[in-house]
């Protein structure tokens, strides 16, 4: 593992979009596991920017993303659909039948088994976005005494629907459940690419940094199991 400490929230998306930029340029193909949250918005913005300057080319790039909120329509502002128009989709040459969230489509049960066959044939990625949560989070797997390996509707825990809800009018507002890939699909990636900036990601960071344990209760150490896994933090994550 790899951790890079960014002296501030732009310096981590430069080194996030660096990376992400390298692979695609080393391969026009590249499929990429993205992310939603404030974390990468930074990130998008510097690939946009790549891309408006010629250096990178979507045309043959592929994502599938993490989650996606259930009860909400993809044409919903909060929806994770929406932000990745918005933020990536809308911006540059991707073809957006090659672009990949989960989604309500019949039952939550059906929806899930679709999301995961999705993922069987898309294959490893060359790189996965990870952002955390405060209580370290992966996805939406919160912490429990047993996490999913493959795609599954979780129960957002109180304290995610709390940090979830400075982007909604209300707390009251903030979906209750989520569809989220498992811990096995989120790692299956070449390259891991792990983002946290802020201080309200500080506890997460020096948990990490102080333990040699791996717990299902903090989804975030099992990071460590991964072979090519990239940290970025910036100081207040790192120093709080
Ligand atoms: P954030 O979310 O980037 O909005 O902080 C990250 C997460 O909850 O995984």
Redesign the pocket.
């Known amino acids: 593992m790899e951790i890079i400490v960014c002296d501030d929230y732009d310096q981590m998306s430069k080194k996030a979009s660096e990376i992400v930029s390298d692979i695609i340029k080393e391969n026009p193909k590249a499929k990429l596991g993205l992310?939603t949250?404030?974390?990468?918005v930074g990130m998008y913005e510097n690939l946009v920017k790549d891309y408006e300057d010629g250096k990178i080319d979507f045309k043959e790039v592929s994502s599938v993303n993490l989650d996606e909120y259930v009860g909400i329509d993809k044409d919903n502002p909060q929806s994770y659909q929406y932000f990745m128009n918005e933020h990536l989709f809308d911006k540059v040459n991707i073809n957006k039948e090659n672009t990949h969230l989960p989604k309500e489509d019949g039952s939550l049960e059906e929806s899930v088994k679709k999301y995961d066959k999705l993922l069987e044939e898309f294959g490893q990625r060359d790189v996965q976005v990870?952002?955390?949560?405060p209580n370290g989070?992966?996805?939406f797997n919160e912490p429990d005494d047993k996490l999913n390996m493959h795609t599954s509707i979780i129960n957002l825990k109180e304290e995610?629907i709390e940090?979830?809800s400075r982007f909604f009018d209300s707390k009251e507002d903030v979906p209750k459940q989520a569809m989220s890939m498992g811990m096995a699909d989120a790692f299956n990636a070449k390259t891991l690419l792990v983002l946290a900036s802020g201080k309200?990601?500080h506890k997460a960071v020096e948990k990490f940094m102080h333990t040699d344990k791996i717990e299902t209760m903090f989804p975030m150490s099992f990071i460590a199991l991964h072979p090519n896994c990239y940290l970025i933090v910036d100081k207040q994550a790192y120093e709080g």
Not at 37 to 40: A, H, Q
Not at 130 to 133: E, K, R, S, V, Y
């Open positions: 992310a949250g404030s974390t990468p990870l952002g955390i949560g989070h992966i996805a995610t940090a979830n309200n990601k």
